[in-house]
């Protein structure tokens, strides 16, 4: 199995895996959540794109690009306050780290706004770099 596939895999079962929980009570922790379901079901959209279970659709995959890219900017806003709620998977290194942690959702920005979306190939290959990005920062932050 190639690292893009590996890297489509884990990514797809980060997102399943925040979808599935329950939901937060705390509302600046719900707003958390909230853009990171639009990163896993824009992610999702892809991913399911990339492994060739639905046909590839330049425009779909440019609209779930352009998704993440906009939540992964609006990270660091959502996160700033340290809320906290018995749910959230948020790590206290979070706030420790913050210019680490902000840097990595840059990072996932920079990912999203470099994906080609007019070929199935450019979001093959952007896919990985994505899951990349979101492995690197839920390794650390995420419990």
């Not at 884990?10 to 939901?23: F, H, P």
């Not at 999702?44 to 995959?61: H, I, P, Q, V």
């Not at 770099?129 to 492995?135: E, F, L, P, S």
Request: aromatic letters at 4%; charged letters at 20%.
């Amino acid at each position: 199995m190639n690292l893009i596939a590996k890297t489509l895999i884990a990514s797809l079962a980060l997102a399943g895996a925040a979808v599935a929980k329950e939901e937060p009570k705390d509302p600046t922790v719900k707003a958390r959540v909230a853009v990171m379901q639009t990163i896993a079901q824009n992610t999702k959209t892809l991913g399911e794109m990339a492994k060739g279970a639905t046909a590839f659709d330049a425009a779909s995959a440019e609209a779930a690009v352009a998704a993440i890219e906009a939540a992964a900017k609006e990270i660091p806003a959502k996160f700033e306050p340290q809320a906290t709620d018995p749910v959230s998977e948020a790590k206290p290194e979070i706030w420790t780290n913050w210019a680490d942690f902000t840097a990595k959702a840059e990072a996932l920005a920079t990912a999203a706004s470099a994906v080609d979306t007019s070929s199935l190939d450019g979001v093959k290959a952007g896919v990985g770099a994505m899951g990349g990005a979101c492995k690197d920062c839920h390794s650390d932050y995420r419990m």
